[in-house]
C-alpha cells in the first residue's frame, strides 16, 4: 500500500507570507508526528497527534506554527508570517500504534525555503 | 533531558570494507534505541531497534548493532559495505514510558569510495 505522502515536496516563500504544508498519513494509522530537520542537523520533534487530538506541541517553536488533524487522518502545518530560520525540511510521521514500541514510517518531507 | 551523541559527523570507507558508526545517549534508564537511514530525496527508513533482550539486534540490508549498557552506546555495524549503503545515517531514542517521540542525533554521513 502506499506510504505516508506530503505535499508540496518544495515550497519557497518569501519572508512574512503564510506556508501550509500537508501530510498524508497511511491509512488506519493512529498516530501521527512532525519533525523540523534543519540543515546538517537531526530531525526535531514539533508535534504528536493520536487521532485528531494534539496531545503534544511543545516542540513548535512559536506561536506562528500551528497544527491540525481534524478528521484524525490528514494533518496540516501551517507556520504564518514565515521567516529566514524557518527553512527547513518538515518530515511527518505515522505509526498504527499509539505505544512506545510503534514504529514509525516517514514521509520524503518538504522543503520549506524562506527568502 | 535526553541526548543522543553521534561523534562522526561524515566517514569514508572504501566498498567492501567494515564499517561502525558510534553512537551514545544520556538517559537515566534505558531507553528505546533505533537506527535510521535517509537517502537523498527519500524519507528516513528504519534500519533496526533495541526494546530490551538480546544485546545484538539484526536489522535489514545487513545491518547490525549492539547495545552496550556500560558504555550508554548503540553503534552501528556492517561487514562489508555496499556502494548503495551511501546515505545519512541517524540514531534515535525514546523514552520507555508515554508515546513514541523520537530524539535523534544530528547524524553522519557515509561515503563510501570505489
Known amino acids: 500500500g502506499a506510504g505516508v505522502s506530503q505535499s508540496p515536496r518544495y515550497k519557497v516563500a518569501k519572508r512574512g507570507q503564510d506556508v501550509a504544508l500537508r501530510c498524508d498519513p497511511i491509512s488506519g494509522h493512529v498516530s501521527l508526528f512532525w519533525y523540523q530537520q534543519a540543515l546538517g542537523q537531526g530531525p526535531e520533534f514539533l508535534t504528536y497527534?493520536?487521532?485528531?487530538?494534539?496531545?503534544?506541541k511543545s516542540g513548535l517553536p512559536s506561536d506562528r506554527f500551528f497544527a491540525e488533524r481534524p478528521e484524525g487522518s490528514v494533518s496540516t502545518l501551517k507556520i504564518q508570517r514565515t521567516q529566514q530560520e524557518d527553512s527547513a525540511v518538515y518530515l511527518c510521521a505515522s505509526s498504527f500504534e499509539d505505544r512506545v514500541s510503534g514504529e514509525q514510517f516517514f514521509g520524503p518531507g518538504t522543503r520549506l525555503t524562506v527568502l | 533531558a535526553q541526548s543522543v551523541t553521534q561523534p562522526d559527523i561524515h566517514i569514508t570507507v572504501s566498498e567492501g570494507a567494515s564499517l561502525e558508526l558510534r553512537c551514545n545517549y544520556s538517559y537515566g534508564a534505558t531507553p528505546y534505541l533505533f537506527w535510521y537511514v535517509q537517502s537523498p530525496g527519500q524519507g528516513l527508513q528504519l534500519l533496526l531497534k533495541?526494546?530490551?533482550?538480546?544485546?545484538l539486534v539484526q536489522g535489514i540490508k545487513g545491518f547490525e548493532a549492539e547495545f552496550k549498557r556500560s558504555q550508554s552506546s548503540f553503534n552501528l555495524r556492517k561487514p562489508s559495505v555496499h556502494w548503495s549503503d551511501a546515505a545519512e545515517y541517524f540514531c534515535a531514542v525514546v523514552m520507555n514510558s508515554g508515546y513514541s517521540t523520537l530524539t535523534f542525533g544530528k547524524g553522519t554521513m557515509l561515503l563510501v569510495s570505489p
Open positions: 533495541y526494546f530490551s533482550g538480546d544485546t
Open positions: 497527534f493520536q487521532n485528531e487530538a494534539q496531545l503534544d
